[in-house]
């Protein structure tokens, strides 16, 4: 269902950096659709973490950085916390399906 | 504070029609630099976006293509609110279901402010 590929899991130590990409195609991160990044804590709702590939809302600390290259974009962790084991999710536009679509979903472990 | 309160039943049989309803309190559902939406949350199926209806000069609405021959989302202003009606459900169309506001950015959209979630369970 999903057309953005996101690996299923990735983890890290306390203060490594890990890095989380989200793979589409040229009908949307290739057709410059903008890129946005969802955090997912156990039992709650999603929340916006990047917006306009790299842009962090007011709140979001400045560990999380966004970025995107040609059909691919990618979301770091610098200095990974406890507090950041979560879901993650890209999000982007898809001009084929003429509708809004998300990545498959990345699960980061703090080890 | 901008929030978004929804309600519907958590329960629905096969073949019949979804109905959840979002009231949104702190912002105007005819905001022209906002857009509401539905999305959907299986195990299954991930994060799925339904639909959104919005305002800009006049009101438009824009489905999934997944669901589009089933889904209807209407804005209503004099309560504030919007809804969802999603027809001939299956099994498959269990999820927990979130209304979302979605912004602009240069090139789409974001969803920054989201409901609580429903979970709707399709099965008699």
């Known amino acids: 269902q999903s057309v953005l590929t996101q690996p299923p899991s990735v983890s890290g130590a306390p203060g490594q950096r890990v890095t989380i990409s989200c793979t589409g195609s040229?009908?949307?991160?290739?057709?410059?659709?903008?890129v946005h990044w969802y955090q997912q804590l156990p039992g709650t709702v999603p929340k916006l973490l990047i917006y306009?590939?790299?842009n962090r809302p007011s709140g979001v600390p400045d560990r999380f950085s966004g970025s995107k290259s040609g059909t691919s974009a990618s979301l770091a962790i610098i200095g990974l916390q406890a507090e950041d084991e979560a879901d993650y999710y890209c999000?982007?536009?898809?001009?084929?399906?003429?509708?809004?679509?998300f990545g498959t979903g990345t699960k980061v472990t703090v080890l | 504070q901008v929030q978004l309160q929804q309600s519907g039943p958590g329960l629905v049989k096969p073949s019949q029609t979804l109905s959840l309803t979002c009231v949104i309190s702190?912002?105007?559902?005819?905001?022209?630099?906002?857009?509401w939406n539905w999305i959907r949350q299986s195990p299954s199926r991930g994060l799925e976006w339904l639909g959104r209806?919005?305002?800009?000069?006049?009101?438009?609405?824009e489905d999934a293509l997944s669901v589009k021959s089933r889904i209807t989302i209407k804005p209503d202003t004099s309560k504030n609110q919007f809804s969802l009606q999603l027809d001939s459900v299956t099994p498959e169309d269990t999820a927990v279901y979130y209304c979302?506001?979605?912004?602009?950015?240069?090139?789409?959209?974001?969803?920054?402010?989201w409901g609580r979630g429903t979970l709707v369970t399709v099965s008699s």
């Open positions: 999000q982007s536009y898809d001009n084929s399906l003429s509708g809004y679509v």
């Open positions: 209806t919005y305002y800009q000069s006049r009101w438009y609405n």
């Open positions: 040229s009908s949307n991160i290739g057709a410059n659709y903008d």
């Open positions: 979302v506001r979605g912004h602009s950015h240069s090139f789409g959209w974001y969803f920054d402010l």
């Open positions: 306009g590939n790299y």
């Open positions: 702190g912002d105007s559902v005819s905001s022209n630099s906002a857009a």
